[in-house]
């Protein structure tokens, strides 16, 4: 019954590789999100879909690519990875913007 | 200028007794939320309170309250009788309008609290 799921939950890779991780979500929420987390710990929201629609889009390379196919998944793609993208990523759901977030266990990526 | 700022890195409480994490924002949006929660070293967050701009009382959650002091822009969590489980990583964040007209969320620093037995 996890509410919020990611999957995988560790990833490592070689630079220059493309990787996708999926999120999904139970609790019938409207909106979605997903942040990076570095390695000192600082949290910073990526993007935000609300009902499959982007909302927020904070200034990231365009290497990475959020796709909501329906409102409980949003995945998030990255191309050409770089050494600089290791982080871990967390996804997270709220009811609408105006509510609280629930996040996932976190993907931790690795590139090497 | 920094949105939410945590100004303790880390902090020791001794086990029962009350701590209190400080967090100061700043913004220009009349409607914010603020928002705390808790990072345990397995990693995952866990959400534990929030405190809306317009709500004339402090929030509280079961041991954790938000000291809300709105004129100070200062949104501290208070945990009381302080247990060993609570050793974790601690975040202060903030919802309010972008510059876009889009909603943000905004994440502090984050405090590291060590509970002593």
């Known amino acids: 019954d996890t509410a919020v799921s990611q999957t995988p939950k560790y990833l490592v890779t070689q630079m220059g590789n493309d990787k996708s991780i999926k999120c999904e979500q139970n609790l019938g929420h409207d909106t979605m999100y997903w942040y990076k987390q570095d390695s000192k710990k600082f949290l910073k929201i990526m993007f935000s879909?609300?009902?499959?629609?982007?909302?927020i889009n904070e200034t990231v390379p365009n290497r990475f690519s959020p796709k909501s196919p329906d409102k409980a998944h949003l995945n998030l793609h990255i191309n050409s990875l770089e050494l600089g993208d290791s982080a871990v990523y967390f996804c997270?759901?709220?009811?609408?913007?105006?509510?609280?977030?629930?996040f996932g266990p976190g993907t931790r990526l690795t590139v090497l | 200028a920094q949105k939410i700022t945590q100004t303790q890195p880390g902090m020791f409480v001794q086990e029962k007794e009350a701590v209190t994490l400080d967090c100061t924002y700043d913004t220009s949006d009349p409607s914010y939320g603020l928002f705390w929660y808790k990072q345990p070293s397995s990693g995952e967050m866990i959400f534990l309170i929030y405190q809306g701009s317009y709500d004339q009382q402090n929030a509280t959650e079961g041991r954790y309250s938000l000291n809300f002091q709105k004129a100070r822009k200062s949104a501290n969590l208070v945990i009381s009788a302080s247990q060993l489980g609570d050793s974790a990583m601690y975040f202060c964040a903030m919802r309010e309008v972008g510059t876009s007209g889009t909603y943000k969320y905004i994440f502090g620093t984050g405090t590291r609290l060590k509970v002593l037995a």
């Open positions: 879909y609300n009902n499959k629609e982007l909302i």
């Open positions: 997270a759901s709220s009811h609408s913007l105006f509510d609280t977030q629930y």
